[in-house]
């Protein structure tokens, strides 16, 4: 006959003490930012140009995670373009400026898998495009065109555009975080400028992006 013991001596981990196992995770994360940034800014001051990444983030939240970054010292940007003009009782409002993608923002570090697994720590971040593991690589020379582009207004909503593409046509993405890759439309603009609704085959399998539609080539 076997007895079955009903009782049992210890206390389960990670609930003794007052730390909730949350913080205590944030507080690891917080570190591996704090030493990452660090590592970063080293390798800048001795001439080293370490890759851009891009984070997949709550949509609305790009600023809010950039600001996080900065003041963590982990170099991060945005990239902004003016917003669609609003038109009221015969009056144009000016467009607010938003994110040229929205739901990302980039981030430059050293390529070590627990640097940017930290970077999962902080709010509104999902995930870092490509995994941690096998994240992809952006170059700074193409940050700064995709950035200066922006800049520019090249990505504004208003900015006319000579270009037409329907559901279901192949396109090419020219700058950004999926720079050269290619893409299938899937809601198109009729007005010639503002923004469509692309699938991004990535990692076998499809990614939909809004971008605008300046950012766009036909194949």
Known sequence: MIMQRRTFTGSPIALQGP????????????GLLDEGALVTTNWRINGGRAPWF?????TGREKAVENSLTAMGVQSLVPM???????????VIE??????????????????????AGLLGVEHVIDVLGGCERPMRLSDKEISRFNALARNGD???????????????PV?????PFCDRKAVVVTPSKKGRGDVVVSIDFMGGQVPVTVPLALLKKL
């Open 81 to 91: 373009r003016k917003g669609p003009d609003l038109r009221r009782r015969g009056r």
């Open 172 to 176: 090419w993405i020219t700058a950004g």
């Open 54 to 58: 891009a984070l997949r983030v709550w």
């Open 95 to 116: 467009g607010q400026m938003m994110p040229v993608i929205h739901g990302y923002v980039l981030v430059q570090m050293v390529a070590l898998a627990e640097y940017l």
């Open 155 to 169: 990505y504004d909503w208003e900015r006319p555009v000579a270009l037409v593409v329907r559901a279901g046509d």
């Open 19 to 30: 730390d909730r196992f949350a913080d205590r995770m944030r507080r690891i994360s917080d």
